[in-house]
């Protein structure tokens, strides 16, 4: 999302906003005289606020809802989502406390969000600052509508490092054909892709190298990453479960989909299946509290829930790279020979094995 800030001493209000590698800033507007200090801290924070709102619509889609009946989550995400055209109407020309000092207040994130704005600019009282901000909103609520669509341009690219409960099949197809074209360049999805629809991709091909592995290996797939990790040390945890569970599922989109929905939930303090994750952990039994003298840390995700899909990513792009190293050990040939014998099998492989992308 954008972050805004008030730059006192140069008179500013500047928006940074991350695009892939690091933070990217510019200038909304000058700050005139007439704000106060408190007012423009007031008007970033609101602007920040809105943001946040804006592309929670975009990482909490009404479709990743389990329902989209009337008053269930799903409805009121689609309504949220609904609001977008009223954003910039709001800035301009927000709620205000009537004669009696009563102020409307709308149960709309997005609807309100916009009109704290609006009230912070009319505290301010600057059609030039005004102007500036309602057209920064128009983009910021553009750039949420051009990831939405699958353009991760311009201000779009900051959908780069949020987690997504569902995946764009453009961005999942996308991410997929960048790895048919270099099966070991999965660092190039960092910072380019979608997350979420980029470790679908990567965890499809990751199956492949595992499968082409285990063939040339002549050993179990279950112990292809283990065996890569006694060469170079591997975030073994996440792989190893998105392997687990694609002999449950029927595609790789459901797998990670599922994985990423669960750790956002836990971000927000909510288990989505308690008993499941207790038979996960050797836990159904509940234990006898005599066995033990203190209390045994559990953990509730495999992905750090501040970040899953970028962290899933990350960790589905170092197992491939672990699966071509230990390959190389059972092949001749020079590093690009290998390199290029690695990639046509787990090219074919991954090409074999198409319908459980998505």
């Excluded at 200038?27 to 008007?43: D, M, T, Y």
């Excluded at 990790?229 to 945890?237: G, K, N, Q, V, Y």
């Excluded at 989109?253 to 989505?272: I, T």
Aim: contains cysteine; aromatic residues 4%.
């Amino acid at each position: 999302m954008t972050s805004y800030a008030a730059d006192i001493e140069g008179s500013a209000l500047i928006r940074t906003w991350p695009g892939g590698a690091g933070l990217r800033a510019a200038v909304v507007s000058v700050l005139p005289p007439s704000a106060g200090v408190e007012q423009a801290l007031v008007l970033a924070s609101e602007l920040t606020d809105l943001s946040a709102v804006l592309w929670r619509c975009y990482t909490h889609p009404a479709s990743s809802a389990a329902s989209l009946e009337e008053n269930s989550e799903g409805w009121r995400r689609q309504r949220e989502r609904d609001s977008f055209s009223t954003v910039a109407r709001n800035v301009a020309n927000p709620n205000l406390p009537d004669e009696q000092g009563l102020l409307l207040v709308s149960y709309d994130p997005v609807v309100e969000s916009a009109h704290r704005v609006g009230r912070a600019l009319h505290a301010i009282s600057d059609q030039q600052l005004r102007d500036a901000v309602v057209a920064d909103v128009e983009a910021e609520v553009g750039a949420v509508e051009m990831a939405e669509g699958g353009d991760l341009t311009g201000r779009a690219l900051q959908a780069v490092v949020l987690s997504r409960a569902g995946a764009n099949p453009l961005h999942v197809s996308a991410a997929h054909a960048a790895l048919l074209e270099d099966p070991i360049g999965g660092h190039r999805l960092l910072g380019a892709f979608d997350p979420t629809a980029a470790s679908v991709a990567a965890a499809h091909w990751l199956k492949a190298a595992v499968d082409v592995v285990a063939t040339v290996a002549e050993i179990d797939p279950a112990g292809v990453l283990s065996a890569a990790d006694d060469l170079e040390a591997l975030p073994l945890d996440s792989p190893s479960e998105v392997l687990e569970l694609i002999e449950f599922s029927n595609t790789m989109y459901r797998v990670v989909v599922e994985m990423v929905g669960d750790a956002m939930l836990v971000a927000e303090g909510v288990v989505s299946d308690l008993d499941d994750l207790l038979i996960q952990r050797g836990l159904e039994d509940g234990g006898d509290p005599e066995d033990d003298d203190e209390p045994t840390a559990t953990r509730l995700t495999l992905l750090d829930p501040s970040r899953p899909a970028p962290d899933l990513l990350e960790d589905l792009v170092s197992a491939i790279r672990g699966c071509r190293l230990l390959y190389e050990g059972y092949v001749h040939g020079e590093a690009a020979d290998v390199d290029a014998q690695f990639c046509a099998a787990v090219r074919a492989e991954a090409e074999k094995s198409i319908d459980r992308l998505l």
